[in-house]
């Protein structure tokens, strides 16, 4: 229930962030609070996203405002001085109409076009013919792209179609084409379904695409970092300070487990819970509880049915306290937690339930904020023992421990290279497409790189005449004349 429950709050994530929160600007009542947001939003890029060192961790994790949409709608804004009195004015016409951009509505009708059905719907045309029509491991790309325009006129979802002329298609390629795994759902290579994207960037690897899981965690680290900016009394220098610093200790949020209690030694209380809906990698989303006591008992149960959607920072490692949860029922017979643990420090919390499962590098950092001495020069297994023993763990126990610490299996030189999902038959049949291919591709080298036959030759070889022939054949491979010669001879002599 709790990952279904922090799944719902990224629903609508990508729509809470500008851009795409601009959308709002297109509603009276919600106009001016949009653009205020803009203009504090945009104030915080000029005087701290913008001063970062190109190639940094943060400049890199906030490039979503790099993007051009971006840039263009908050310039566009800037404009008219996120001045929702001046909506209507000229001025403000380039801001009004990237908004309807954003929405879809760019054409004369109000209907958006913001919807992947068309595209979805395309790719299932494309996937049905190919699956049909196909004898072969690949289908010509320019098949393909037949398909998807039929499809797209044939739906055009409120788009203008254009005309296609003869011109407008190009000879088929030779020898390229996409394979058919492509269409299920094998996690396949671009380079293995024939899509290259060699030559599009002049970046090897491009660290500002990212998956949508990992942009959404991205755009909850500028909100994240633009409050921290905000609450800071002071001149820029010492906010970017406190950005800066806040940043780097935001790490300790992993070391919290979901559906775990949370709290600060600066704010106990006895009456309220913040239970854990989720962690990392840059904050916690907490649910608040109410005490529910009994006679016998007393649990925690949901205060009121709205879940916060702001991500709260634990800060450093001996500030924050966590205790297990359980889940019951209250009195009422309602969904209810109870604490099964007392409070404890986040290092003795790793220390007594999660040490086993514990990443390396995340062990590290909290030796590092313990200030272990020569912590980063041991193992793993070394440094685990170095931390138990830091936390005045008995010896049995660590004993214990090291012994259920799974060993770091050494790589396997000869891994399989399967992909996911996929069968031994499968498999081989990849293989025997793949040296068929490499075949095709070895006789078109060889093709291109003979010499071209002789007229006479070639039709005197056709109308089977030996003597022809054998001249057809040196001139073929003048190099080969002096080994060839003496076994034409005596097979010549043999069959007279």
């Not at 961790?57 to 790099?66: A, I, P």
């Not at 254009?162 to 390229?176: M, S, Y």
């Not at 986040?346 to 020569?374: N, R, W, Y």
């Not at 003496?486 to 069959?495: H, Q, R, T, V």
Request: with cysteine.
């Amino acid at each position: 229930m709790l990952s279904q429950l922090a799944a719902l709050c990224e629903l609508d994530e990508q729509a809470a962030h500008f851009p795409w929160r601009s959308c709002a600007a297109m509603s009276a009542g919600a106009r001016a609070e949009t653009l205020s947001a803009m203009r504090q939003e945009w104030s915080f890029c000029n005087r701290f996203i913008d001063t970062l060192q190109p190639g940094s961790q943060l400049h890199t994790q906030l490039g979503v405002t790099r993007y051009q949409p971006y840039r263009d709608l908050m310039i566009k804004a800037e404009s008219f001085d996120f001045d929702a009195s001046r909506m209507s004015e000229q001025q403000s016409a380039g801001f009004r109409e990237t908004v309807a951009a954003f929405c879809g509505c760019t054409g004369a009708n109000s209907d958006a076009l913001l919807s992947s059905l068309p595209s979805e719907l395309a790719f299932n045309d494309v996937r049905d013919c190919a699956r049909r029509g196909q004898k072969s491991e690949t289908s010509d790309i320019i098949n393909l792209h037949a398909i998807g325009v039929k499809s797209c006129t044939k739906r055009p979802s409120g788009c203008e179609t254009l005309e296609l002329t003869t011109a407008d298609w190009q000879k088929p390629l030779r020898g390229k084409g996409i394979k058919c795994r492509v269409h299920n759902a094998l996690k396949c290579t671009d380079a293995e379904l024939g899509v290259s994207a060699e030559g599009l960037t002049r970046h090897k690897s491009n660290r500002a695409l990212t998956k949508p899981h990992v942009f959404h965690q991205r755009l909850r680290l500028l909100k994240l970092l633009q409050r921290r900016w905000e609450n800071c009394t002071g001149d820029d220098d010492e906010r970017h300070e406190h950005v800066v610093q806040g940043f780097k200790l935001m790490w300790s949020c992993r070391l919290v487990p979901r559906g775990s209690f949370l709290q600060w030694t600066a704010s106990r209380s006895e009456d309220v819970r913040q239970l854990v809906l989720s962690s990392g990698p840059h904050g916690v989303l907490l649910l608040p509880l109410k005490a529910v006591r009994d006679e016998d008992s007393e649990c925690f149960s949901i205060s009121e049915y709205k879940v916060p959607r702001e991500l709260v920072e634990v800060g450093p490692v001996d500030k924050a306290e966590v205790a297990l949860a359980a889940v019951t029922l209250d009195k009422h017979g309602k969904l209810a937690w109870k604490q099964s643990t007392p409070f404890m420090s986040l290092p003795e919390f790793v220390a007594d339930h999660t040490i086993l499962e514990v990443q390396a590098s995340l062990l590290c950092s909290l030796c590092s904020a313990m200030k272990l001495k020569g912590h980063s020069k041991l193992s793993h297994r070394r440094r685990v023992e170095a931390f138990l023993q830091e936390l005045g763990r008995s010896q049995d126990y660590i004993t214990g421990i090291l012994e259920e610490l799974p060993e770091k299996e050494a790589p396997d030189a000869e891994e399989d290279e399967r992909l996911e999902g996929q069968t031994d038959d499968e498999e081989e049949e990849d293989l025997m497409q793949d040296l068929h291919e490499q075949e095709a591709e070895e006789d078109e080298k060889q093709e291109e790189t003979e010499p071209p036959v002789p007229a006479a030759a070639q039709g005197a070889a056709e109308e089977g005449i030996p003597g022809n022939a054998g001249q057809a054949e040196r001139a073929e491979a003048p190099g080969l004349r002096d080994v060839d010669m003496p076994e034409a001879e005596d097979d010549a002599g043999g069959a007279a």
